[in-house]
């Protein structure tokens, strides 16, 4: 039995500005998915055809990956689906990970690339932040020009992201999970047609990523409030982006009053929020009495790790 495991991730600023090659900053988080494979006589994820819809990330993973000889396949995710905390990048670059593990050790690069091909495949549209957070772990900085401790970059449809590793302080985060799934396929596309219909939208998503390294900043130089504010401001540009929902707006507003900032995180229209906060129990309260699944996350520097 090969298997490996990969962590969830958090958007930190520059979700949906991304896609449109504007900056973004992710960190990943101490929840994983973990995926085993044993050779087997038919293919099977959880004991259940690998067909099933549930498992389009892992069936597109291991073809992606060349595995022709099937396998049965075992999926742990302590990442809620649909929740905005990169369930399937993760599950996705932990079957590579496990796919290539059996063969001998594994290429983070190569894995990032190949789980990015996957996301579009499965997803359509998307940037390679998740991908890339869940194969090397750590706080990622997306960019569209290359700079310092750069990983790799990928392109797609002419436009090129470049992967940076950055460091970052040890801070408190609370997630709020609203409960509601939101695939992020179709916000990503409804934030297409908006910034094609509307001038004003493309301000917005450049808004976003000036937002971005202006929070990478104030993150490094532990200026939470400042932080909390660039936070507060970037909720207010996706929700006019439309991948809000009130159910994140009310956990946000909750969240505020015991942090320094809070939004959105992810793809939106429901998934998760995130709050920066120095009392993380107080936080992660005031959010479960509004009606959210709270988690105290932290930053995990482990990327894509081979399981024995
Ligand atoms: O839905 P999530 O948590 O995987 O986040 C998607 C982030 C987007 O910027 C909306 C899309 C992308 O691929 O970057």
């Keep these: 039995m090969a298997g490996c495991s990969a962590p969830g991730k958090l958007i930190l600023f520059g979700e949906h500005a991304v896609v449109f090659g504007e900056p973004a900053l992710s ?7 973990e995926v085993y494979a044993r050779p087997h006589d038919e293919w099977l994820a959880d004991g259940r055809p690998i067909d099933d819809p549930r498992y389009a990330y892992v069936k597109a993973a291991v073809e992606k990956a060349g595995e022709t000889s099937p396998l049965w396949l075992e999926v742990r995710s302590a990442l809620p689906e649909g929740s905005g905390l990169g ?52 706080a990622i900085l997306a960019a569209p020009d290359k700079e310092d401790n750069l990983l790799w970059s990928m392109e797609r449809d002419g436009r090129r992201w470049f992967l940076h590793h950055r460091k970052l302080p040890a801070m408190d985060l609370v997630v709020g999970f609203t409960g509601v799934n ?19 939208a493309r301000r917005w998503i450049e808004e976003i990523g000036d937002i971005t390294i202006q929070g990478l900043r104030a993150l490094q130089g532990k200026d939470w409030k400042v932080a909390g504010a660039l936070m507060d401001r970037d909720h207010e540009l996706l929700n006019k982006l439309g991948v809000g929902h009130p159910l994140l707006d009310k956990l946000v507003v909750a969240a505020r009053s015991t942090s320094f900032g809070a939004k959105l995180t992810g793809a939106g229209g429901g998934g998760s929020m995130i709050a920066l906060t120095d009392r993380p129990e107080e936080t992660a309260s005031g959010i479960a009495a509004a009606g959210g699944r709270a988690f105290i996350v932290h930053a995990e520097p482990r990327g894509a790790m081979v399981l024995p």
């Design 182 to 200: 939101a695939p992020t396929g179709p916000l990503v596309a409804k934030v297409r047609d908006l910034v094609d219909g509307k001038p004003e």
């Design 27 to 33: 960190t990943a988080v101490d929840l994983r998915a």
């Design 87 to 138: 369930s399937s990048a993760a599950v996705t670059v932990a079957t590579l990970g496990a796919v290539h593990g059996r063969r001998g050790s594994i290429d983070p690069g190569k894995i990032a690339r190949e789980a990015f091909e996957v996301e579009l495949a499965v997803q359509g549209r998307a940037s390679p932040i998740d991908t890339t957070t869940a194969t090397a772990g750590g």
